[in-house]
């Protein structure tokens, strides 16, 4: 069964910092890593899909990379604002039906 | 515009009452979705619909049913054998049977049982 982890589960950083978030999974037989940000009782918005034949995917101040050897993706926010407040979680699709298995998020306070 | 809709954005159910949640796209996805969401956990998998008049229990599909007579909508009934059924549910669509796979969310009902 895939087990995907992120840590930490919160995250605390100054306006203007740079975001490091990591997630983890043990099945690395994967379709594709989805991340996405969920706003306090709001539904979830893609962020980034990065294929597993893919090593990164950037769009504007955020760039995801994935090493699926070693079970990995990094999800990288520059110059954090306080709108990038929220929870992020990672999924991945398994390869055998293309269903998600979620991570439990992390979430981010960016002070301003 | 295209989307997902849930409706309604809040629900509450008494003891013993089957309530139905309502989900709609126009993205013309194949692919539809169910998910429950607990604090601090994960997104779990409770059906899901690859094709119209099909679907298929996920990780957690006791007490729960769906139905999927329109490509369109994929409403889930929460019956009353779900025995702790207060969380935020999401609905979500994709283009069906590919590698992308990229899945687009409602945004969510939340029930509350009395």
């Known amino acids: 069964k895939q087990e995907v982890t992120q840590i930490p589960a919160a995250l605390s950083v100054p306006e203007g910092e740079n975001l490091v978030l990591n997630c983890s999974f043990t099945d690395s037989a994967i379709y594709n890593l989805q991340w996405f940000r969920q706003d306090p009782g709001k539904g979830l918005t893609s962020l980034l899909l990065?294929?597993?034949?893919?090593r990164e995917q950037t769009s504007g101040r955020l760039n995801a990379s994935l090493d699926k050897s070693s079970g990995r993706s990094t999800l990288y926010i520059a110059a954090s604002q306080p709108g990038d407040s929220a929870t992020y979680l990672c999924?991945?699709?398994?390869?055998?039906?293309?269903?998600?298995?979620f991570g439990a998020g992390t979430t981010v306070t960016v002070r301003a | 515009d295209g989307g997902i809709t849930q409706s309604p954005k809040y629900l509450f159910r008494k003891e013993g009452q089957n309530v139905t949640l309502s989900c709609e796209q126009n993205l013309n996805h194949d692919a539809m979705y169910w998910y429950r969401q607990d604090p601090g956990q994960g997104l779990r998998l409770i059906y899901y619909?690859?094709?119209?008049?099909?679907?298929q229990k996920g990780d957690i599909a006791e007490g729960y049913s769906v139905s999927r007579e329109k490509k369109e909508s994929f409403p889930l009934t929460v019956t009353s054998a779900q025995k702790n059924p207060t969380a935020f549910y999401l609905c979500a669509s994709s283009i069906a049977g590919t590698k992308y796979n990229e899945q687009f969310f409602g945004p969510g009902t939340r029930l509350t049982v009395l």
């Open positions: 619909s690859q094709i119209v008049n099909d679907f």
């Open positions: 999924a991945v699709s398994r390869r055998t039906d293309y269903k998600l298995s």
């Open positions: 990065i294929q597993s034949s893919q």
